[in-house]
C-alpha cells in the first residue's frame, strides 16, 4: 500500500523553540522519492525539499533540517528555533506511478506564537 | 523559478453556472494537475493532463471536465456549479520526467 501517515495534527510553540515535525510512510516500491510542503495561510503549496530513497544523508537548509531513515520509513522534519512565519500546514508527499498519483498526508498544522 | 498561475484567488458563483477555472505554468511543463481541497479530506486529484490535448480522471472527476489546448494553459470547468463544489482549487505542473509538483496558489471557489 501507499501511505502516508502524519500523526500530529497540530502543533503548537513558542518563537524560538525547536519542532519536529514526523512523518512515516509506507510504500511498495523500492526506489522512491518523498517531499515535503508547506502551505502558509495564503494557500500556495510552497515545495521544500525531495529526497529519493537512495540518499540517507540528513539534509539542513537554514533552519530546516530533514531526518531520513528507511529503517523506520521516516521521513521527519525539524525547524530550528521557529519563528512566527513558519506558522504554516506542512504535508508530507510520497508520489507514485511516475509522479501522476502523489499521496499526501494528512498535513500538520503549526502555530507558533510569539 | 517555475511560476504557476490561477485566474482567480476568489470567486462567487450561483448555482447552476458554468465556472471556468484558468490555469497557466510557464516552465514548459508537460503535465499539469487540477486538485480541490477540503477540510477533513486533504487533496484530492480532479483530473490530470500528460500532454495538448491530453487528459485523465483523478480520484474525483464527477461533476468537472478539463481542457488542455496549449501545453501551457490548463482548464478545469463545472458545469453546472453546485454547492458541494464550494472548496479550494489548486492547480500544479510538473515536468514529464520529474516527480515534484508545482501547485498555483490557488482558487477559493464559493457557490451560493
Known amino acids: 500500500a501507499q501511505k502516508v501517515t502524519q500523526a500530529q495534527t497540530e502543533i503548537s510553540v513558542v518563537e524560538k523553540e525547536d519542532v519536529t515535525l514526523d512523518c512515516v510512510y509506507e510504500?511498495?516500491?523500492?526506489?522512491?522519492?518523498l517531499f515535503w510542503y508547506k502551505q502558509p495561510p495564503s494557500g500556495e503549496l510552497v515545495f521544500l525539499i525531495r529526497r529519493n530513497s537512495f540518499d540517507e544523508q540528513n539534509e539542513i537548509s537554514g533552519r530546516y533540517s530533514w531526518n531520513f531513515q528507511k529503517s523506520t520509513s521516516s521521513f521527519n522534519f525539524t525547524i530550528t528555533a521557529s519563528q512566527v512565519v513558519d506558522s504554516a500546514v506542512y504535508f508530507c508527499v510520497l508520489p507514485s506511478d511516475g509522479g501522476f498519483k502523489t499521496i499526501f498526508g494528512a498535513g500538520t498544522r503549526l502555530f507558533v506564537k510569539a | 523559478d517555475v511560476k504557476v498561475t490561477q485566474s482567480s484567488r476568489y470567486l462567487v458563483k450561483r448555482t447552476g453556472e458554468k465556472v471556468f477555472l484558468e490555469c497557466v505554468q510557464d516552465?514548459?511543463?508537460?503535465?499539469m494537475f487540477w486538485y480541490r481541497q477540503d477540510p477533513g479530506l486533504g487533496l484530492r486529484l480532479i483530473y490530470f493532463?500528460?500532454?495538448?490535448?491530453?487528459?485523465e480522471k483523478g480520484d474525483i472527476p464527477e461533476g468537472y471536465s478539463v481542457s488542455r489546448e496549449k501545453k501551457e494553459r490548463f482548464s478545469l470547468i463545472l458545469e453546472s456549479a453546485s454547492t458541494n463544489q464550494t472548496s479550494m482549487y489548486l492547480c500544479a505542473s510538473k515536468r514529464e520526467v520529474s516527480y515534484e509538483q508545482y501547485f498555483g496558489p490557488g482558487t477559493r471557489l464559493t457557490v451560493t
Open positions: 510504500t511498495r516500491d523500492t526506489t522512491y522519492y
Open positions: 516552465m514548459d511543463h508537460e503535465n
Open positions: 493532463s500528460y500532454d495538448v490535448k491530453m487528459k
